[in-house]
């Protein structure tokens, strides 16, 4: 079993910068890497970036490409979401789940043992 936790969410400013951190716990090498969604209010649950464990390969949502990065720290099992010239239409309950699949997606029953979530909000 994985456990994982974010933290790191807040209001910030439109334009301003967040950093999201999800550290896992227990049998994480039965994963594959970690992945971040965000749900928006009466929105469906959307994919944002995945990353690797090795930190190899990363993925991102069209509308994060730029702006957001993913990556992880060497020494320790947690996943960064730096979020860069946020938007108010980037504000949503920020989740990380770790990947079940070797190769990178955006499909989300691809992804399992999600954290309880991280609110950010961004005002404009």
């Known amino acids: 079993q994985v456990q994982l936790a974010e933290s790191g969410g807040g209001l910030v400013q439109a334009v301003g910068s967040l950093r999201l951190s999800c550290v896992a716990s227990?049998?994480?090498?039965?994963?594959?890497?970690m992945g971040w969604f965000r749900q928006a209010p009466g929105k469906e649950r959307e994919f944002v970036a995945s990353i690797d464990w090795s930190g190899s390969s990363t993925a991102y949502a069209d509308s994060v490409k730029g702006r957001f990065t993913i990556s992880r720290a060497s020494a320790a099992n947690t996943v960064y979401l730096q979020m860069n010239s946020l938007k108010p239409e980037d504000t949503a309950v920020y989740y990380c789940a770790t990947r079940r699949t070797a190769a990178p997606t955006t499909v989300e029953n691809a992804y399992g043992n999600w954290g309880q979530g991280t609110q950010v909000t961004v005002s404009s």
């Open positions: 227990g049998r994480i090498l039965t994963t594959y890497g």
